[in-house]
């Protein structure tokens, strides 16, 4: 039971480098998600994906964009990282958008110098 | 004001203490409630959905209360592996919807 799977799970990078953060999930769940945490703030929201073929901003979308691959998979792009976007980022999924738990990936932790 | 707010931590209990949690929401349009356990340096787990009607599942049990817009989560009999952080987490219906995580309670249960 793989569940939710993130790559990679450690990643270093310069300022300014692009990278692209991957998620899958074989649950085959129609709603995905991106997330953020920082120590001391709750996780926040950065897109999401209610179902295969849409997304949408959450709480902190600058900075990122999203791609809805197909209904598995679900990635998200750093352009030019900066700094402020060192966190663990972590990838859920679920049934559905809004009413049902959400299931997570164990994290990417990335850190930009 | 957080929409999501719970207790302050750290909450330093006995093994087998009673220990609650308090998590109180601002949005009146929020719609489902879940309690998550998150250990250190892992991924948020799902420990259970909150109903109306209150909830129990062994050792825990869950409450809301729409009117006063809080929901909390009662831990009997605390193992010391229930040392963790305690998400609570409202989703919030507003034309699309709104997923907001409480900033956590970190628990130590001690020997």
């Known amino acids: 039971n793989a569940g939710v799977t993130q790559t990679p799970k450690f990643q270093v990078l310069k300022t300014g480098q692009s990278m692209t953060l991957q998620c899958a999930q074989d649950m085959n769940h129609n709603s995905m998600y991106w997330y953020r945490q920082d120590p001391g703030m709750g996780l926040r ?22 791609s809805r691959l197909n209904k598995r998979e679900f990635s998200l792009r750093l352009e030019s990282a900066a700094p402020s976007q060192t966190s663990v ?3 859920a999924s679920s049934v559905s958008a809004g009413s049902q738990p959400q299931h997570f990936g164990d994290g990417t932790r990335l850190s930009i110098l | 004001r957080k929409e999501v707010e719970q207790d302050p931590g750290p909450f330093n209990v006995p093994e087998g203490a009673t220990v609650a949690f308090n998590c109180t929401y ?32 062994g050792r825990f049990t869950a409450q809301l209360n729409r009117a006063s817009q809080y929901i909390s989560l009662l831990i009997r009999d605390s193992k010391l592996s229930d040392s963790a952080t305690y998400l609570c987490v409202v989703n ?19 020997a």
């Open chain 1, 45 to 66: 929201l950065i897109y999401y994906s209610a179902s295969e073929g849409t997304t949408d901003k959450g709480e902190v979308p600058n900075g990122y964009n999203v």
């Open chain 1, 89 to 91: 980022y972590f990838c």
């Open chain 2, 26 to 57: 601002s949005n009146s349009a929020s719609q489902s409630f879940f309690w998550y356990r998150q250990d250190c340096r892992k991924e948020p787990k799902l420990l259970m959905s909150v109903y109306s009607s209150g909830n129990e599942d």
């Open chain 2, 92 to 110: 919030i219906r507003t034309g699309g919807f709104k997923t907001i995580f409480g900033a956590g309670t970190r628990l130590f249960v001690k």
